[in-house]
């Protein structure tokens, strides 16, 4: 059974940072990706970052690129969101999900291409 687990989220202040988990467990991550979306309070859900267990290949939306930073861990069967520089935008919850990866022409920011996600960590960025 795939599940995917977050953690990390807080509340911390505008220009601080956090270290989100995503731990899997119940399939080989070797042949995904895993993907991070975000959905803050009246808005849709959307990506945030994604990574290919397989060659580390990242992706980033525009929004965070330079101030967040995705990495695995294969070993740990976990991958991280370094989230650095943090704005009161960036205030979510923010999940995990995994999928098959970026190939063949799939998005790696559309939520169709993601077939597990996780339950979701809150963070929250206010003085």
């Known amino acids: 059974q795939v599940q995917l687990a977050e953690s990390g989220g807080s509340l911390v202040q505008p220009g601080g940072s956090l270290r989100l988990s995503c731990a899997a467990s119940?399939?080989?991550?070797?042949?995904?990706?895993i993907g991070w979306f975000r959905q803050a309070p009246g808005k849709e859900r959307e990506g945030v970052s994604c990574?290919?267990?397989?060659?580390?290949?990242?992706y980033y939306a525009d929004s965070v690129k330079g101030r967040f930073t995705i990495s695995r861990d294969s070993a740990k069967k976990t991958v991280y969101l370094q989230m650095n520089r943090l704005k009161p935008e960036d205030t979510a919850i923010y999940y995990c999900?995994?999928?098959?990866?970026?190939?063949?022409?799939?998005?790696?920011?559309?939520?169709?291409?993601?077939?597990?996600w996780g339950q979701g960590t809150q963070v929250t960025i206010s003085s």
């Open positions: 999900a995994t999928g098959p990866g970026p190939y063949y022409g799939r998005s790696w920011y559309s939520e169709a291409e993601y077939d597990h």
């Open positions: 990574i290919t267990i397989r060659d580390g290949t990242t």
């Open positions: 119940g399939f080989t991550m070797d042949y995904y990706a």
